[in-house]
């Protein structure tokens, strides 16, 4: 029975990762570099918002089955869950996985498992085999040997809001360096996974995690394609989308103003790194998010030409609905832009947050509530579709230009000052 799990990286997946294992009985000593975050754990907090999160960690943390620490500790398991960010020239960056991988090498033995949960390139759990095994000559991957250690890769998959519940439910892939690996692994995740998890080998589990999230890239850009198209053509693209779904077998997801969050928008690169003759596709799709933001700027300083100082009222900053999170937000990067051109004149609604993120504390923006934000503004563009935005009077948009780039406020009645994209 593998009894005790050593988590490194208690982020956005590793803390509810530890959280669940702690719950279903395991012990479990969480390891990351930030000491606030220790403390609030040990405290029975959290330092991130995910649904009934700190419930689970005030329990398990107050019964004793769940500390975090600066350091990591022996363990049967130890599962590395840290960020894998792109540089500056999109290639991926394994700072952080190397950094945790040489922080746990000290505490392996014989028949401990080592999981990478990171989202990461092809190739990155040979990696750390070799890193591991260069610096620990007394361990080795041969099956039957008594020093043998069983490394794997099973990608985290699971939507943020829903964290909990999918690490239960959700089918997971587990790819090991070598059969017994995988075998080892599969069993681990069979004590607490109820959806199947399922075998293969390490660099094919890699991909399917970036091929997933690149499907879903892939996708938003047709959605995003058509919305400047329709733009272009003078038709509502909501209406096209809604019409063209009642085909049984076409199903296209919803423009936005970009894709955010730390998956959707990072994990492509990951794949055009590695091909880039061969993944012209994704890279495409790629592009065609990254510049709708732009697009939906230029849009509103093109109907801004004809308001005497004209006033701009931002709705949302989250990279998605009813989350706190603005993580490679586009909404962020649209407001930037548009603080530095419209300067004094820019309000900026979001019901999650408390003050300004630190990319837009230089600018003049005045972050206020919904409402007092409409009815200064000359313009609006609705950024994020929080259901707190569905429920407003849409009487407070009378004689306003709306930008809705989130499609909540599409109606089959055609509105001159309703521009959907
Ligand atoms: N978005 C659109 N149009 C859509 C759907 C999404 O513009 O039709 C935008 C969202 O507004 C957001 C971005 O895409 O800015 C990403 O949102 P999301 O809800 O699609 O995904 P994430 O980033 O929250 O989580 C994804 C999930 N992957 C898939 O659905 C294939 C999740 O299961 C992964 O675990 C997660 O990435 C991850 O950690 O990789």
């Keep these: 029975m593998n009894k005790k799990v050593c988590v490194v990286g208690l982020g956005y997946i590793g803390l509810p990762t530890a959280a669940v294992l702690a719950n279903k009985g395991f012990f479990v000593h969480g390891v990351d570099v930030n000491e606030k975050a220790i403390n609030l754990i040990n405290n029975g907090q959290v330092h991130i918002y995910e649904p009934d999160l700190e419930d689970i960690v005030k329990r398990v943390v107050s019964e004793g089955n769940f500390s975090a620490d600066l350091i990591p500790d022996n363990a049967d398991v130890f599962i590395l869950s840290v960020p894998t960010p792109f540089k500056d020239n999109h290639k991926p960056d394994l700072a952080f996985v190397e950094s945790a991988t040489k922080a746990i090498i000290p505490y392996i033995e014989p028949g401990n498992i080592i999981i990478l949960e990171s989202t990461s390139p092809v190739g990155t759990t040979e990696k750390i085999t070799d890193w591991i095994l260069h610096e620990r000559p007394d361990l080795n991957i041969d099956e039957n040997s008594p020093n043998q250690i069983y490394i794997s890769h099973c990608p985290e998959r699971v939507l943020p809001g829903k964290i909990l519940k999918e690490l239960i439910e959700n089918d997971r892939i587990v790819g090991g360096i070598n059969k017994k690996s995988t075998i080892k692994t599969a069993e681990f995740y ?211 230009k709306l930008i809705d780039t989130r499609g909540i406020f599409y109606s089959n009645d055609y509105d001159k000052n309703l521009i959907s994209i």
């Design 190 to 400: 069979n004590k607490f996974v109820e959806g199947k998890v399922l075998q293969t080998n390490a660099r094919t589990a890699e991909l399917s995690k970036l091929t997933e999230n690149s499907f879903r890239d892939v996708n938003i850009a047709y959605a995003n394609e058509l919305s400047m198209i329709c733009d272009d053509l003078n038709i509502d693209v909501w209406e096209l989308i809604s019409l063209a779904n009642h085909h049984p077998r076409v199903n296209i997801l919803k423009p936005g103003p970009g894709v955010g969050g730390h998956c959707i928008a990072v994990d492509p690169w990951f794949i055009v790194d590695a091909a880039p003759e061969n993944s012209k596709l994704i890279h495409t799709a790629r592009k065609v998010n990254d510049s709708k933001p732009h697009y939906i700027i230029e849009k509103v300083v093109e109907i801004a030409k004809n308001i005497p100082n004209p006033t701009i009222a931002c709705l949302g900053l989250a990279f998605k609905a009813n989350i706190d999170d603005l993580r490679e937000s586009p909404a962020v990067e649209i407001v930037k832009e548009l603080a530095s051109i419209f300067e004094q004149n820019m309000f900026v609604a979001e019901p999650h947050i408390k003050e300004l993120p630190k990319a837009l504390k230089d600018f003049k923006i005045e972050l206020t509530d919904t409402v007092a934000a409409i009815k200064k503004a000359d313009i609006i563009v609705l950024l994020v579709d929080h259901d707190y935005f569905k429920e407003l009077d849409t009487d407070l948009f009378l004689m306003k």
